[in-house]
């Protein structure tokens, strides 16, 4: 890097998980005289050190936003030996511009943060009575977009470290869910149970049912701020994810086995987990950034 290196810091618009930061890093890294590339799942903010960024960042740019994510330059450039540099150190806590929060984005999160949260504890209820583990995943996804909605909801105007703080405790609360399925399937694994098929499809359509309209929701909102967009795409996501429990319910009852219930169990979990441990590792970054 040459001495006029400069950090760069983006808000990056459309992750939902850490492979999406992943992505979104290793298409920074492409770019020459880019280096130091770090995007929080967090706080969905990208930071890097580039040298001449009057020709480098479009590219930059131009390699995110092909992608599919959106990229907000925050503040001003900021050289590595700025005589500037200890007046911006409070850029990380900044409060962002509220221009964009309306009745309307609020009502609409409200109604996701509802419908996620009413529809888990339904679906909770279901998995027992279908005695489906895959079922069971699913409903605490429900109950995790609704904290991660709600957390979107009351985190409207907070600074960095308020919102890593947020992101720590949703983290950690997605992870204890994770490991709890977990445990719930690893004990059907030894205990022999075929779940009720039509039931178990029946809870998951109807699952599907309750994301789209999520999604629907939110479609006049899904160009907005990295909250709102990210929870749009988890709702999305979500949606395909109950057609996976549908198939594992057909399966079920094709083959009169639980293991393609078991299976889709264990891979929701390990989503959960693999979510949990970014939310997490970023949150402590954020916070240590933010200098608290």
């Given at each position: 890097?040459?001495?006029?290196?400069?950090?760069?810091?983006?808000?990056?618009?459309?992750m939902?998980?850490s492979?999406?930061?992943?992505?979104?890093?290793g298409?920074?890294?492409?770019v020459?005289?880019?280096?130091d590339?770090?995007?929080?799942?967090?706080?969905?903010?990208?930071?890097?050190?580039?040298?001449?960024?009057?020709?480098?960042?479009?590219l930059?740019?131009?390699?995110?936003t092909d992608?599919g994510?959106q990229l907000?330059?925050?503040?001003?450039?900021k050289?590595?030996?700025s005589?500037?540099d200890q007046?911006e150190?409070g850029?990380?806590?900044?409060?962002?511009d509220?221009?964009?929060?309306?009745?309307?984005?609020k009502?609409?999160l409200w109604?996701?943060v509802?419908l996620n949260?009413?529809?888990?504890?339904?679906?909770i209820?279901?998995?027992f009575?279908?005695?489906?583990?895959?079922?069971q995943?699913?409903?605490?996804d429900?109950?995790?977009?609704?904290l991660?909605?709600?957390?979107?909801?009351?985190?409207?105007?907070?600074?960095?470290a308020?919102?890593?703080?947020?992101?720590?405790?949703?983290?950690?609360?997605?992870?204890?869910?994770?490991?709890?399925?977990v445990?719930?399937?690893?004990?059907?694994?030894?205990?022999?149970?075929q779940?009720?098929?039509?039931?178990?499809?029946?809870?998951?359509?109807?699952?599907?049912?309750v994301?789209?309209l999520?999604a629907?929701?939110l479609?006049?909102?899904?160009k907005?701020?990295?909250?709102?967009?990210?929870?749009?795409?988890f709702?999305r996501?979500d949606?395909?994810?109950?057609?996976?429990?549908?198939?594992?319910?057909?399966a079920?009852?094709?083959?009169g086995?639980q293991?393609?219930?078991?299976?889709?169990?264990?891979?929701?979990a390990?989503?959960?987990?693999q979510?949990a441990?970014?939310?997490i590792r970023?949150?402590?970054s954020?916070?240590?950034?933010a200098g608290?």
């Amino acid at each position: 890097m040459s001495a006029a290196a400069e950090t760069v810091r983006y808000q990056v618009t459309g992750m939902d998980c850490s492979s999406c930061a992943a992505k979104i890093e290793g298409a920074a890294r492409k770019v020459d005289g880019i280096q130091d590339v770090k995007v929080s799942i967090a706080s969905q903010i990208m930071t890097l050190e580039v040298d001449d960024p009057g020709r480098r960042l479009p590219l930059l740019e131009t390699a995110v936003t092909d992608l599919g994510y959106q990229l907000d330059r925050i503040g001003g450039q900021k050289g590595a030996n700025s005589e500037h540099d200890q007046e911006e150190e409070g850029d990380d806590d900044h409060i962002p511009d509220l221009s964009h929060v309306t009745p309307a984005y609020k009502r609409a999160l409200w109604i996701v943060v509802l419908l996620n949260v009413g529809y888990g504890i339904v679906e909770i209820a279901g998995s027992f009575i279908a005695g489906s583990q895959a079922l069971q995943a699913d409903s605490l996804d429900f109950l995790g977009d609704g904290l991660i909605s709600f957390l979107g909801l009351i985190a409207v105007g907070w600074g960095l470290a308020a919102r890593a703080k947020a992101a720590l405790l949703q983290g950690i609360f997605l992870g204890l869910l994770g490991l709890g399925v977990v445990a719930s399937t690893l004990y059907r694994v030894f205990i022999e149970h075929q779940p009720e098929s039509l039931l178990m499809g029946g809870f998951a359509l109807v699952a599907f049912m309750v994301n789209v309209l999520a999604a629907v929701v939110l479609i006049p909102h899904r160009k907005g701020d990295a909250n709102m967009r990210a929870v749009w795409l988890f709702s999305r996501n979500d949606a395909i994810g109950n057609l996976a429990v549908v198939a594992a319910a057909g399966a079920v009852w094709w083959t009169g086995s639980q293991w393609p219930d078991l299976i889709v169990a264990f891979a929701v979990a390990g989503l959960f987990l693999q979510s949990a441990w970014s939310i997490i590792r970023d949150a402590r970054s954020d916070l240590r950034q933010a200098g608290r």
